[in-house]
Structures are given as C-alpha cells and as structure tokens.
C-alpha cells in the first residue's frame, strides 16, 4: 500500500498542474469562472419591473447549467479495516482525479477534499439557490451518490455540524430579517418516495399520494403544506418527518436511506407595508433533496431490503436516463414518467430554476467503480441546461395576498369603528339628548368594544401567519399603514440554537432594535420596558429560543397607538375590564414566574384578555376556543421540538457507542436530555393551562363553558354516530366475506363435481368408442364366415331351386343384419354426438363457472380490505371517541 494517501488526497497542491490528456473524461476544465461562480450574481438583483399576467410571468432569464459540486467524505473506519487504499483524490479545487490513472481525471463547479465542513459546501453549493427562491426563483438543491457515501451528512448533517437543509431554514429566517421591505409566509412539505409510492412525512396518514400536473407543472396531491413561524418551528417539522423516514441498515451503512426525501420550501412575499395594493407578488419553491443511495450488486441484501434496493437503483437509472436525454439534442421523448423520482422533478430538470446537484462520494479503492459512475452521472448533469427565471403570481394564487386582503378588510371595518365610536363622542352639541341615550349609549358601546376584539382576535391569527423582519419595526415608520401592526417577527434568540455565520453582527442589530424599542415603550402594568425585555432575551436564550415565535411583539408605535386607542375610547365599563384584563396578565405574569419555562406574554394571553375585556360571554367562548388553539399550537411545537432533540439524542448515542470514550458526547447528551425533560415540564405545563383556561372561563362564565361543552358534545355524538355507521357498515362487510366465502366454497364444490361427470363421460366415450370398434370387427368376421359357409354350401348344389331359395334367404338375411348394424352404428354416433354436445356444454359451463369462481375470489379479497380498512377507521374512531369522553369527562369535572 502507498504511503497515506488519505492525507496526501486532502493536502494536494491546488497549483498542481492539471494534466488533460486527450483521453480524459473531461476537455473543459473548469475555472472559478466556470458557471457556478457566474451564474448566480444575478440574484441579487432588484426584481424585475415586468407586470404578471397569469403566473410565472419571467422577469429574468439567463441560460445556465446545473451547478455541481463534488464532495468527498474521509475513509470510514470500516473501509480503513478492510484495507482500502485511495482511489481517487481532489486534485485542487475544480478536478478530481484517479490515483491508478492518472489520465482519468474530471473537473467540476467545486471539488471539496474530506476535511471541509458542511458549511463551506453550503455556501459554495446551496447558499444561492436559497436567495435565490427568496427573490422568487425556484431552487433545488440535491444530493446524490452511492450508499454510505455522505448524502444524510450532507443534507441533514448531525447536531454538531447541521447540514444543507437546517443551514437553509436558517438562512431564509435570516434572509428575511434582512429584507425589512418585503413580507413573507413560509409553507413547508416533506415527502418521501419509497419503493415507488410516495408518502406525506409531515402527516402519517398521507400514504401513497398521486402526482398531478398543472400549468405550473409538477404537484403531490393531498400533501400536508403547513404554514411555519420560526426556524425551530420548520426543524420540529423535518425531526418529527424524519421519524417517519423509512431507514435501515445494509452491509455498508448502520443507518441507510431506504427512500428518497423532497423537503420544501414554498415561499411568497410581498413588498412590505403595501397592502394589498401591491402587484409585486412573488411565489417560489425550494426543493431539498435526499435521495436514496444506490446500491452496487456487492451489497448483501435479502427479501425486504433486496427489493427496496431495486426500487432505488430503477430510479436512479431513470434520473440517469431523463439527464442523458436531456443532454442530447436529438432525443424526442424524456422519459419523465418512467419513475416517481423523475416526474417529480420533471419541471427542475427540464430547466425551470437553479439547481445544484452535490455528488458525494468516497475516495476508497473497494467502491472505486461505484465512485466512477457516479462522477460520470455527475459530468451529464453539468451539461444540463437551465434557465433561471422569477416566478410573479397572480392575486388569487397567493395565499399571502389572500391573507393581507382579509387583514386589510378587518382593519377597515376595525376602523369604520372607531371612528363611529370617535363621531359619537365627538358630537358635544346636543348635551341633554346625550344624556337621554346614555343607556343606549353605553350598551352600543359595549358592542362596539366586542366586535373590536373579535376583530382584533382574527387579525392577529392572520397576521401572526406573515413574517416580518425586526429591522422594519424598529425603523418606526408613521407611514407604515395599520393593516401591519402585530406581524409576527422573529429575533436573534430564536436563531441561536443554530451555528451561525451573520449571528454577531444580528445580535448586534437585535441588541439596537430592542432598546430602542422598549426604551420607547413601555409594557403593560407599567414595568420599565428595558429592564424586562432584557430578562426576557435572556431568559429566552436559556429556553433556545424555541418558544421565541410565539412572543408578541408590540415592536412599533402604531401598533401600541392602536391598542391604547382601543382602551381610551372605551368607557368606564371596558376600562373596568382593561383593569381586570390587567389583572389577568398579572396572575399570569406572577405564574410564569415561577414557572420559569414560559414566556411572559403571548399571543393567546392577549386574545383572551382582550376577551374577557369585552365581557360577552360568547365572545369569551369564541376566544377560549382561539386560545385552547394557540396553547395547542405552543404544545404542538413543543412536542416537535422534544422530538427534535429526541433523534439527536438518538444520533448521539450511536456517536456514544463508537466512541465510548468521548466525554463531549455524553455531556451534550446530557444537556440534551435536560433540555427534553424541560420542554416535557413546558407541555404539562401548557396542557394545566389550557385545563385552567376552561377553568377560568367556568368561573368568569358558565355559558361561556356551556357552549364548549355543548360543541363538545356534539362533536361526541357526532363520532358515536360516525362510529355507530361504521359499525354497522363493518358487520355487512363481514357478513358478504361469509356469504361470499360460503359460495365461493359451493362453488369449488360444484366444479369439482363437474370435473367428475366430465372425465367419466370422458371415460364413458372412449368405452363406447372401443365397444363400437370391437362390434364392428366381430360383425365383419361372423358375417364373412358365415357368408362363407352358407354359399359353399349352396354352390354345391347349384341351379336347384332350393338352392336359389337359400340363397335369396341368406341375402335377405344379411340385409336385414346389415340395416340392424346400420341402425346400431346411427344411434351410437348420434350418442356421440349427444356426449360431445354434452362435454362442448360442460366445458363452457365450467369456464364460466371459473371466471365466476374468479371474481368472487376477487370480491372476497376486496371485501377483505374493505373489512381491514374499516377496521382500522373503527379503531381510529374509537380512540377519537374515548378521547372525547375523556376530554368531556375532564371538562365535566
Ligand atoms: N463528510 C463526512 N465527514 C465525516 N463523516 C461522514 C461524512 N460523510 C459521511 N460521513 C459518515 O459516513 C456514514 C454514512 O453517511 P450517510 O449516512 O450520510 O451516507 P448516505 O450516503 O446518506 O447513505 P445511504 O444512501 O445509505 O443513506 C455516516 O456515519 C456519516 O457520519
């Protein structure tokens, strides 16, 4: 074996001259102005001012190629124990190169050599496509190559180095704190393709989707597209996805891929505080991808995992075939839909935004062939063409525009009001009238504060959805319109638990915006708004920040101006309820701290107590139930977020026990197992809360509860009922699978008897064949013999009559046993014939009774899965309904 060539591999001279003989694979080498430096800057640029019409209308358009890049990850211990050399090696930055031949060489965008970090390989790699689909671009970062060769590390990464996918979320979140112009709503999905049917990770239920097109292309149907609020809110939502990932061990790899994964990122924006007069409306999706590693004929592999292995192989071949298709200009047909994996990304490989494809492989001799392929695989791509281009929408596909129409809809009715309310307090010029009306007066009053917090209420439940940066509000503008008061931002504590590049200099501008903020103003009760804000970034950075998004941030003036004018307009009867809502906000206040896990204030706390402000009870109910969501939302984050920590931790324990040794570790496991038991206090904690808020409501307003209980109930009955159906439905199954079964068992018999009669009938004709054979012979040689003697007797006495007598005697004799044999002879065959009819008859008669026998086999088996599926659904249903009765008996109590 040579001398370390794994160092030698990571510490070549880049300077080292490139030798491109004729024969080498590649006769363009690439420079750091190849396209994958060039072609990005552009998205940089200020959108495009061109009008949409209809959707994707294409601002920009620069042809371009796939960008790839080559990673390679170090000789693991396994392939150091088998003895493996070094195969192939990174020959600078740009080239990779074969250590036995020297004349193979590729060269790529970027080659990194084993020891770079994820981080560099995002920024070279991923980093633009991420802004790029911030500005509008579709984007699709994937990772491709043999089992075991570094996709997993690279896409999803480990706790201490995070790969593409967790560095992108976070890039976004910071992409949009420093894009105070622009407001966005993030939607995120997660799919896996295993053994060719696609599954919803995000969502257990959401089995094999279907793919449907449309005029922006490619789409899965049904799949759970959920709205996300902070970077721990997207990650709680891949950690609990990746619980459902299909995973397995082969003879390479403890922890192998089973499936491919799509995780993405849809994002609109809208430039910030327009409204919704706006036109610049843009919608993009960024699509990160793991797949599935392909598998060469030395893994070993049986019965479950042979098969998973030739699912993934027979679309990678696809992915293979559509990329050498689509290279060659003389292919008509692109064979998108020979695989899930290919039709999925029909619309990113047939050019429709920025796509970077990192290959990762291996440097080890022992999968040197492997590593060919894949960097042959690799070479096609980079010859792929594309076309970046800037997605517009129209106004009804945007969800965000739907949403900022409707926020702007309540603020003006919020609006029409107050200033309805402003009129009538305005209007001094008729005193005596006014006190004739005082009762009215007051009671329109009470109303009036009513509907404004029911107003308020959807407003921020809506609002709460579009992310803004903190930079916007810190700026104060007066001219920001009211419809962006109470955006949902997110800060530097919410980002912490991510290393970061840009983390110093944000705090710093967090650090700004939040004393100028608070020194601004002050918070409710009166407290000094920089003392507590203060404690609140620290308490916030102990949490992680992962309860950080659903803090309310009254972060401008207008907003707090807003909130006053609610207050200050309301006579004595709500500045009563303002008290009691403060007092609301004190109990809460002195609770959480001594329950330091909770945040001081949250979005649900102020609902409820702009509720209780009003006073209506249905109001109250209708609120309650707002609030029972946003604790439910806290809780379900929470619970994302335990499981987060719950596969690090899982992933920590295998580090642990290849490394026992490793004290890092176990205290990271530690502080991780502290963390998940905290986020455990925080979830029973929550979940006393939402018990105590019906409490409360009881206390503030037995209607208030009455109609919880009664929806409640309703919704009980309603799943009885529901149970009851499918009961029902369930025992007719059952019984057709007997009834069904008992014929199809008849039926069985019946042919069995068929096929008796048949070959006796069979048998009974081949007898009478033989019978009639026999007869005929016998017949034949009496009647000869006969005949024989007969005439030689009456030949011998010729010319007498006697004679002649005899003679005609005989032949009338023979005649008659002739016509006798004829007549024999005609009803055997028509018995013949009558059997061979009867046989045509049985024969059909059995045909059809087989294809009878086969539906009913067919209907049994359907009835089965109907059985099984309703089963299931029973089972589903009986565990919604002692839920419910827990739930109503808890309420109840
Ligand atoms: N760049 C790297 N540096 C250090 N270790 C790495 C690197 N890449 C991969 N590994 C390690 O190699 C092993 C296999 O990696 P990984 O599971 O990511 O492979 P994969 O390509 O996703 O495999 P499969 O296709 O079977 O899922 C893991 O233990 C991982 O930690």
Redesign the pocket.
């Known amino acids: 074996m040579s001398a370390p060539r794994s160092q030698r591999s990571s510490t070549i001279s880049p300077s080292r001259p490139l030798r491109s003989p004729a024969s080498a694979p590649t006769k363009r080498p690439v420079t750091p102005s190849s396209p994958a430096a060039s072609s990005t800057s552009h998205l940089r640029s200020s959108p495009s001012p061109s009008t949409s019409s209809g959707t994707a209308a294409v601002a920009t358009k620069l042809k371009e190629n796939i960008t790839v890049t080559i990673?390679?990850?170090?000789l693991?211990p396994r392939e150091v124990n088998n003895g493996d050399e070094i195969a192939w090696y990174a020959d600078g930055d740009y080239t990779i190169r074969n250590e036995y031949n020297p004349d193979l060489c590729y060269a790529f965008d970027r080659v990194f050599g084993?020891p770079?970090t994820?981080r560099r390989v995002y920024d070279t790699a991923a980093q633009q496509v991420v802004s790029g689909a911030m500005s509008g671009i579709n984007g699709t970062v994937f990772?491709y190559?043999?089992?075991?060769?570094?996709?997993?590390?690279?896409?999803?990464g480990?706790q201490r180095?995070p790969g593409i996918i967790p560095l992108a979320v976070k890039d976004v979140f910071s992409i949009i704190q420093e894009t105070p112009e622009r407001e966005f709503l993030l939607r995120v999905s997660y799919l896996e393709i295993y053994n060719e049917v696609i599954n919803d990770l995000l969502d257990p239920t959401g089995q094999n989707l279907r793919i449907r097109e449309d005029s922006q292309g490619t789409y899965v149907e049904g799949i759970k597209d959920e709205v996300v609020l902070s970077p721990a809110h997207a990650l709680s939502l891949i950690a609990s996805g990746e619980e459902h990932r299909h995973?397995g061990s082969?003879n390479?790899?403890?922890?192998?891929?089973?499936s491919h994964t799509m995780f993405t990122l849809t994002i609109e924006s809208s430039p910030h505080g327009k409204g919704d007069d706006g036109e610049d409306v843009t919608l993009s999706q960024l699509h990160l991808i793991?797949?599935?590693?392909?598998?060469s004929s030395k893994s070993e592999m049986t019965g479950q995992r042979r098969k998973e292995g030739s699912s993934i192989n027979k679309s990678l071949l696809t992915l293979g075939t559509v990329i050498s298709k689509l290279t060659d200009s003389k292919a008509a047909h692109i064979p998108y839909r020979d695989s899930k994996l290919t039709r999925l990304l029909q619309s990113t490989l047939s050019g429709h935004g920025l796509v970077s494809l990192i290959c990762?492989i291996t440097p080890a001799s022992s999968t040197s062939e492997e590593t060919h392929n894949t960097l042959k695989f690799a070479q096609r791509c980079k010859h792929v063409e594309i076309k970046a281009s800037r997605n517009k929408i129209m106004d009804e596909k945007s969800l965000i525009k739907k949403y900022q129409k409707e926020i702007s809809c309540l603020q003006e009715e919020l609006t029409q009001l107050k200033h309805g309310v402003s009129m009538s307090t305005s209007n001094q010029e008729d005193l005596a009238d006014r006190k004739l009306q005082v009762k009215p007066q007051l009671r329109l009053e009470e109303e009036e504060d009513e509907a404004k917090a029911a107003l308020m209420g959807r407003i921020q439940r809506l609002t709460k959805l579009i992310l803004v940066s903190t930079k916007s509000s810190q700026q104060g503008k007066a001219s920001v319109k009211p419809d962006h008061i109470w955006r949902h931002t997110f800060g530097e504590e919410e980002l912490a638990y991510l290393p970061d590049r840009r983390r110093e200099n944000m705090a710093d501008d967090n650090a700004r915006s939040t004393v100028s903020e608070h020194s601004r103003e002050p918070r409710d009760g009166g407290t000094s708004g920089l003392d507590e804000m203060t404690k609140d970034r620290k308490k916030n950075k102990t949490r992680g920040g992962m309860l950080g998004w659903l803090k309310l941030k009254k972060s401008d003036g207008v907003a707090g101006t807003l909130l006053t004018d609610g207050n200050q307009n309301s006579t004595n009867g709500s500045a009563s309820s303002s008290s009691k809502c403060a007092q609301t906000k004190s109990t809460r206040r002195d609770k959480a701290a001594t329950n330091k896990s909770f945040p001081e204030r949250t979005v649900a706390e102020d609902l409820f107590s702009a509720a209780v402000g009003s006073g209506d009870p249905s109001l109250i109910a209708t609120t309650i139930a707002d609030q029972m969501d946003l604790l439910h939302e806290q809780t379900k984050i929470l619970v994302g977020e335990v499981a987060l920590r719950t596969s690090s931790l899982k992933r920590l324990s295998e580090q642990a026990a290849r490394n026992p040794e490793d004290f890092h570790i176990r205290d990271q496991m530690q502080k991780l197992e502290d963390e998940i038991s905290e986020k455990k206090n925080q979830i029973r904690a929550l979940e006393q809360q939402m018990i105590e808020s019906f409490g409360m409501s009881h206390t503030t307003d037995s209607l208030g509860m009455s109609q919880v209980l009664s929806k409640l109930t309703t919704q009980l009955n309603e799943k009885i009922f529901e149970h009851e159906i499918k009961s029902a439905d369930n025992r007719i199954l059952q019984e057709q699978l007997e009834i069904t079964k008992s014929e199809k068992a008849e039926m069985q018999e019946t042919i069995m008897l068929l096929r008796q009669q048949l070959d006796s009938l069979a048998e009974r004709q081949s007898t009478y064949t033989q019978q009639q054979n026999a007869a005929d012979e016998s017949a034949g040689r009496n009647t000869h013999s006969r005949n024989g003697d007969e005439l030689s007797e009456i030949y011998s006495g010729a010319g007498t009559p006697t004679s002649v007598m005899s003679l005609n005697r005989v032949f009338a004799q023979e005649e008659t046993k002739d016509i006798k044999n004829g007549t024999t002879l005609n009803s055997q065959a028509l018995e013949i014939e009558n059997l061979k009819k009867e046989n045509m008859r049985l024969i059909e008669e059995k045909d059809e009774l087989g294809k009878l026998n086969n539906k009913l086999t067919e209907e049994a088996s359907y009835a089965k899965e109907l059985a099984s599926a309703a089963a299931v659904e029973l089972q589903n249903l009986a565990e919604e309904v002692t839920r419910l009765c827990n739930e109503n008996a808890k309420l109840s109590k």
């Open positions: 990673r390679f990850r170090p693991s084993p770079t994820t990772a190559g043999v089992t075991s060769s570094g996709k997993t590390h690279t896409m999803h480990e180095s995973v082969n390479v790899n403890l922890f192998s891929s089973r793991d797949l599935a590693g392909s598998e990762t």
